[in-house]
């Protein structure tokens, strides 16, 4: 929008920009309205940066939420069977349509004085494989043989805070204590202080009294689950459970987590894009008719020089481009960031670009589309204002105030002297 530059040394070249070309002149004006009108141009950036930056902040939290989801349940389980024996297993793994099967043994858990559950369990490979996105290993390795034992990081700091790896761990199993060595700290994408768990090998497990060798749970992850409706999984679920004579359950992570992005999330974001775009275009069209009542002469000047309504519209059209690429960028690029974080526990687990770029191609529409329809109503307000009725303009204008005369306190001598003042002529020249 052209402004008092015209009036600061701006206006000078405007003839000469005349006589070249349309597009170079718009260009012109535009870019020099950008920088004349500095606070105008300060607020409304300001108001494109948080519209992207509170849209790209929603959109990418849900995108996180979503894909940690997705990322905890991948290629993990979605039935388990309890009560299993080593011939019960080796019959689940010969079904033609199990992938692969993970076996866990609880050898013993017990809730000490602080009310806390302390559990000594056994996992085989494929355990520790669909396990691998609910947990990390911190420092060490998984324990292989003997007595090696891997422990949470949470136990460690709070009853064994100065056991490292390859130290002892004494722990109480059942009714003795036994000298475990430590190989490896694991930590939990979702920590629980009330219960921990301790990773033991099959040597030990096997070789304890309080071995149970008909008391596995057998994880079982079918080909295609994915391809597959919730509702066939566990059908297929309840078939196999009774072919083995044994219980079963499903998996929480995985049916709790969609396969879809929820009819409600988007009408909730639906509703946020809203309510931003509704305050953002308020602010924006006070901000420009404003501008319009500080700088209207002005539009009526470039008409008087020639400039066509179509060449106002192109110049205002630039501008808004020229905002919205310094505002909504950094607007979405702050949003992803802190969305994704917030959103996930590791910012990678909950990072899809494939999702982010498309929100963020979203957003940065949006903002355009908010900031074109803002200044809808100004634009076709400049363009249908005559030469004269701007120059007639009375409303607001950069011109300082005319100061008003003061006057002394009214007196009787003071009165006589204004009179005489304003009367020149004497009583007697009369």
Known sequence: MVSSGINNGFGKGVGKMIRRPKKNMIHKIALQEILVQKRRNIMIIIAIFLAAFLLSLCGAMVSAIYHSQKNLSHDTFEVLFHNMSKQKIETLKKYPDVERVAIINHLIEEVNEDNVSISIDYYDENTYYISRNQYRLLDGRLPESGNEIVASEGYLKKYAPDCAIDDELLLQVGQEQVTFKLTGIVSYTTADESKYSLYITKDFLEGSPYYNPSSYTAYVHFKNADAVSNEELKERGVQIAHDLDTTYDYSALYFNNSKEVSMGTVVLFFCITMIVLFAGVVVIQSVFYMSINENIRSYGQLCVVGTTKKQLKDIIKLENVILVLCGAPAGILAGDLIGTGLGSSRITDGFDFISIFSISVLVFLICAGMVMFATAKPVKFITNLSPIEAQKYVG???????????????????????????????????
């Open 396 to 430: 607001y204008q950069n011109n300082s105030a005319k100061k008003r005369k003061s006057y002394k306190k009214m007196s009787p001598f003071w009165l006589t002297i204004m009179n005489i003042g304003r009367d020149k002529k004497r009583p007697s020249e009369r």
